[in-house]
């Protein structure tokens, strides 16, 4: 028996989140295996956050997916996949930037797109990606949304090497300086759609690029300026 085993019951609902899974020596008899090998699954799936220990109540099944998994997943995704869940993640940390920036905010972002600066074939590309994500980090911070801003973080810290593959891509059009300077003035202005729509329009050349290079799902850039303005509505 292995962890994957009990993930597969409660990926399957046959254990739903919140009811109470058998219990050690019930599990250990329905997979044939000694009670410390369920002990070690269910310490690995509680540790992941799926399985919740109630001392002297249960164990509980506290979610169905695996945050390992997940994350997995994301890593392993491709370069068009990464840019289309980019493009959600930046419109909307725009749109709540622009509600609630403060002047804090607003001062914090000017001086990072200043030092960002554009990108020209003098630029030190990993130098200017850190400049670049201090920028795009500021507006994710501006947004107020400590859920945001974590899942932000990670995201820009899992897509680097696609980040890299952009800039170095003569092919592909990167966003450039003007770009991000139609996402502050939106922010600044606090126009929500505005600052949603510049984010969107910088990186939906690069998806149509991807489109006409891999030959797949055609138009989707337009399906996500559709959704991206009504998603949060």
């Not at 028996?1 to 058998?22: A, N």
């Not at 500021?138 to 945001?148: P, Q, R």
Request: charged share 25%; proline share 3%.
């Amino acid at each position: 028996m292995h962890y994957r085993s009990i993930r597969s019951l409660i990926d399957q609902r046959v254990w739903k989140v919140g009811e109470c899974i058998p219990k050690e020596a019930e599990l250990a008899e329905q997979f044939a295996v000694g009670r410390n090998t369920v002990r070690e699954a269910i310490r690995v799936l509680s540790h992941a956050g799926m399985l919740e220990v109630r001392q002297g109540d249960g164990t509980y099944v506290r979610r169905e997916l695996d945050p390992a998994q997940t994350v997995s997943k994301l890593n392993r995704a491709g370069l068009r996949d990464h840019i289309e869940l980019q493009c959600l993640l930046e419109s909307e940390a725009a749109r709540f930037a622009a509600r609630r920036r403060t002047p804090e905010d607003i001062a914090r972002l000017k001086g990072a797109l200043a030092v960002r600066g554009e990108y020209t074939s003098e630029s030190i590309l990993d130098e200017f990606l850190d400049r670049d994500r201090d920028f795009h980090v500021a507006i994710a911070t501006a947004s107020h949304n400590d859920a945001l801003q974590a899942l932000y973080a990670y995201f820009t810290a899992s897509i680097n090497s696609h980040t890299k593959s952009i800039f170095s891509d003569a092919d592909l059009p990167e966003p450039s300086l003007a770009d991000h300077h139609a996402i502050l003035d939106a922010i600044v202005a606090s126009d929500e759609e505005a600052a949603a729509s510049a984010a969107r329009n910088m990186l939906v050349p690069l998806i149509d690029k991807l489109d006409a290079l891999l030959g797949t799902r055609p138009g989707n850039a337009k399906w996500i300026n559709r959704i991206g303005a009504t998603f949060w509505k």
